[in-house]
């Protein structure tokens, strides 16, 4: 089945404890982007990949980083977080890189930070 | 900057009618998508339709078609026939500004069918 896989799908920790949430996708599409969704504030873009190796920022990347090392696997990494970071995260893909291209999408992470 | 705007934070439709939901965006480039997309309270995202810039007939996608107005920036939902099932959040989404490839989001509108 074709999927965008996030894991884990809830976390509670505490702030400064790194974490990495897990993004893969079965369906050899080129750009994948993450995204985290507040309420009355929609979905914002923190970062996205147009392939292996090419990164860039969305417009919230302060306190994430990702890397791209293979096609299938995007994750998403937060060195030391906050609060401010507890929201609902979510990874999605595209076939290939263009404005023409629908985001298919994981079914999020849930993050808690105390 | 580039900017999505919904100005319905909800709305309420009877069953079988139509509703639009409302979509503005600014951009100052010619070549841009828009798409729409639906949450359900289970909190998946699905893509509903798209329309790219320069597209002249409106998209159409089974019961969902967007009434694109370039001149005006608007990029309105049109769900005909609502159903119960079309309760859900509504996004709109915006790519390809800035020769960049982000996406920007809207604020979304919760839309409730009523029986």
């Known amino acids: 089945e074709a999927q965008v896989t996030q894991n884990p799908r809830y976390l509670i920790t505490v702030t400064g404890k790194k974490l990495t949430v897990t993004c893969s996708q079965n369906m050899n599409h080129e750009y994948m982007s993450w995204y985290r969704q507040d309420p009355g504030l929609g979905l914002r873009q923190i970062y996205y990949?147009?392939?292996?190796?090419?990164?860039d920022k969305g417009d919230v990347p302060e306190g994430y980083k990702v890397s791209r090392k293979e096609k299938r696997n995007f994750p998403l990494i937060l060195e030391s977080p906050s609060p401010n970071q507890t929201s609902l995260y979510f990874c999605?893909?595209?076939?290939?890189?263009?404005?023409?291209?629908?985001?298919?999408f994981g079914d999020g992470t849930r993050l808690s930070i105390l | 900057a580039q900017k999505i705007t919904q100005t319905q934070p909800g709305m309420f439709v009877q069953e079988k009618e139509a509703v639009t939901l409302d979509c503005t965006y600014d951009?100052?480039?010619?070549?841009?998508?828009l798409f729409w997309y639906k949450q359900p309270s289970s909190g998946e995202m699905i893509f509903l339709i798209y329309q790219g810039s320069y597209d002249e007939q409106n998209a159409t996608e089974g019961r969902y078609s967007l009434n694109f107005q370039k001149a005006r920036k608007s990029a309105n939902l049109v769900i005909s026939a609502s159903q119960l099932g079309d309760s859900a959040m509504y996004f709109c989404?915006?790519?390809?500004?800035?020769?960049?490839?982000?996406?920007?989001f809207g604020t979304g509108t919760r839309l409730k069918v009523l029986a």
């Open positions: 999605a893909s595209s076939l290939q890189t263009g404005s023409n291209q629908p985001q298919h």
């Open positions: 951009t100052s480039d010619q070549s841009y998508g």
């Open positions: 989404a915006m790519s390809g500004t800035s020769g960049t490839y982000k996406y920007i």
């Open positions: 990949s147009m392939n292996v190796e090419v990164t």
